[in-house]
């Protein structure tokens, strides 16, 4: 089910759903991550997703490597 965003009336274009690299971000709740270690600070935890999963993945998923390979 697609559902629609709007903003003062007009429809908001999103790109995967998540809006980044802006002031405001508009995502939707099941994208969104609570952070429960109060000594992570933003900047680290901002990598996480972007950074970190996408390499983590082509290594598991793609390159299909086993821990100790």
Known sequence: MRTEAYWEGN???RSFNLGTLNEYTLVKESAVVKISE???NFSAA???SCGVMPGYGS???SARLNIGS
Do not use: F, T
Request: glycine residues 0%.
């Open 38 to 40: 109060p000594s992570l």
């Open 46 to 48: 901002s990598i996480i």
């Open 11 to 13: 429809p908001i274009e």
């Open 59 to 61: 290594v598991v998923n």
